[in-house]
């Protein structure tokens, strides 16, 4: 063992869960991994400093191959229908093969915490076989104090093996490449992958499943607090505009992407930002723009020019190019990260039908019924001239990290907003006069003026009206907001268009939410939007 080893061991922090092991690395921090990163030929540093790395044919998370494993814990628990099993045995045997390739591997460690909430924080140990992923996990999660260090004893343990290639036939997976989860040992391994958000998405999947049991939501959304301690939590899916619409320098930035909500108000589960880059500019995003040139900073499949100058329109790797920052990078961003009971949840949709208005007023159970619903709308690339969206449905805006069903976590956000008077509201930041093609993108000042009304609660004094389709409250007038777009309908040159488009999302959404229906209550179910009688 080297150094940092033998100095880390001596405070108790002995265990990577792989046995005896030649050479670990505990919590180094950015300039000698940065160091070691760039002398191993693992990663680049760009003109400004920050480190750039590359995933190789994992640019994204690998879904299919994620698997949880089924034992008596989890069976009962488990949404199965959306959660690949994998069996005891073929685990364990998973496990000591990952033992066996650890051997005589040069590995690092970071001894981190996920939730900003002590009562509901989980100690993290993250071992890793790149130096670019142990600072890439280190900016994502919350550092420990010196203190916190010195007695550390984790409660989950993420391995993460890039060059590991598992075995279909012997590990009970899909391919080479496999996410363990064996969530009653509270053991991740990550294989066959150098995409470094899986060892992120493995935090959130073990709060995703530890926290409703003490009656906590956890929730995949951005958070910010205004300066009367007002907090706003923002749901959506990618493209819908929730990194944009929650950085604002008048409220301080909680986190922009997993939360938790407890007794004591909302929490971040993480202590970095893990931003989409492409297209990125100084112009349209100022705060995210300056981290890509910071130190310490990582940065994935971002192609450099011949000067190692990022070039962010640059998508040949991946559209999916990210920055891996702390949030102390972010000048408004929160210290503690944590803040109140939210005051308004904000649930984010693109829709690309041009039918939803831009902002609409829900109900504790509409509110559930939309979120368990989890609609945005995808558009066609225009090159081919395809103009017809495409609906997309991602239950609790997150489907893929919610290891129980969807329905837990929908009765969890519908108590909480009743019982805290939660104000709730949809926001289309998607087409209006027409779906897309033949609208219009929803205009950003609009989108902000009707969000800074509903944050600073003068929208509550406005006239509503009831949406024929959706049934939710819609506001007739907003200062500032011409008329028509509070009235998709209006904005539509022909009319009857406009309702056929209305029914065909209204069917939508009735055909989604069928696999739901024996999961909710009458209040719920009456949140569907209905058809009309015509179209029954």
């Known amino acids: 063992m080297d150094q940092i080893g033998t100095r880390n061991a001596q405070c108790g922090i002995e265990s990577t869960g792989l046995g005896e092991l030649s050479s670990v690395r505990w919590n180094l921090a950015e300039a000698e991994l940065v160091e070691i990163a760039v002398r191993r030929g693992e990663a680049r540093l760009s003109a400004h400093g ?19 494993v089924r034992d008596e814990n989890t069976a009962p628990v488990v949404w199965w229908d959306n959660n690949a099993a994998m069996e005891p045995e073929a685990f364990e045997r998973l496990y000591e093969d990952f033992k066996a390739a650890a051997k005589g591997r040069d590995l690092f460690v970071q001894d981190l915490v996920g939730g900003a909430d002590p009562e509901n924080a989980i100690r993290v140990r993250v071992v890793t076989e790149f130096a670019w992923h142990s600072l890439f996990i280190r900016n994502l999660l919350i550092r420990p104090s010196a203190q916190e260090l010195a007695g550390f004893v984790p409660d989950m343990t993420i391995i993460d093996l890039p060059s590991f290639k598992a075995d279909p036939e012997r590990h009970g997976c899909r391919s080479e490449t496999v996410i363990a989860c064996d969530l009653s040992r509270n053991i991740v391994l990550i294989g066959g992958t150098s995409y470094a958000g899986e060892m992120k998405k493995s935090v959130f999947t073990a709060l995703n499943y530890r926290l409703p049991e003490k009656r906590v939501m956890p929730m995949h959304c951005s958070a910010n607090v205004g300066p009367k301690g007002d907090g706003a939590v923002f749901f959506g899916l990618s493209g819908t505009g929730k990194t944009t619409l929650s950085a604002d320098h ?18 971040n589960f993480e202590g970095g930002c893990y931003a989409k880059t492409i297209r990125l500019s100084a112009e349209a995003e100022p705060e995210i723009f300056a981290t890509t040139r910071r130190f310490g900073t990582v940065l994935e499949n971002v192609v450099l020019d011949d000067d190692r100058v990022p070039d962010f329109d640059d998508g040949s790797l991946t559209e999916n190019t990210r920055a891996a920052y702390p949030l102390h990078f972010i000048a408004n961003a929160s210290e503690t990260g944590q803040s109140g009971h939210p005051k308004n ?28 619903s989890g609609y945005t709308a995808k558009v066609a690339g225009t090159e081919k001239g395809v103009t017809e969206p495409e609906a997309t449905f991602s239950t609790c805006f997150g489907a893929p990290f919610m290891p129980r069903h969807p329905t837990e976590y929908g009765n969890l956000l519908r108590d909480l907003i009743a019982r805290h008077g939660t104000d709730c509201w949809l926001v289309n930041t998607g087409w209006t006069g027409g779906a897309y093609g033949v609208g219009r993108r929803m205009p950003i000042k609009v989108t902000r003026r009707l969000l800074n009304a509903a944050l600073d609660g003068s929208l509550n004094q406005a006239e509503f009206r009831v949406d024929p389709n959706f049934g939710f409250q819609v506001p007739v007038a907003v200062e500032g907001v011409e008329a028509d777009i509070l009235d998709p309908r209006s904005t539509w040159a022909d009319k009857r268009a406009y309702d056929r488009q209305a029914v065909k999302l209204v069917t939508m959404f009735r055909k989604n939410f069928e696999r739901f229906a024996g999961h909710v209550d009458e209040e719920v179910a009456q949140a569907a939007p209905a058809l009309p009688l015509a179209a029954e």
Not at 50 to 67: E, I, M, P, Q, Y
């Open 50 to 68: 920050a480190l750039v790395a590359t995933t190789g044919k994992h640019t994204g998370r690998s879904a299919k191959d994620k698997f949880v």
């Open 250 to 267: 008048t409220r301080t930035l909680v986190g922009d992407d997993e939360h938790g909500w407890g007794e004591n108000g909302i929490f």
């Open 345 to 372: 949840v904000i649930m984010l949709t693109a829709d690309a039908f041009g039918v939803l208005p831009p902002i609409a007023k829900l109900t504790p159970a509409e509110a559930m019924y939309h979120f368990l």
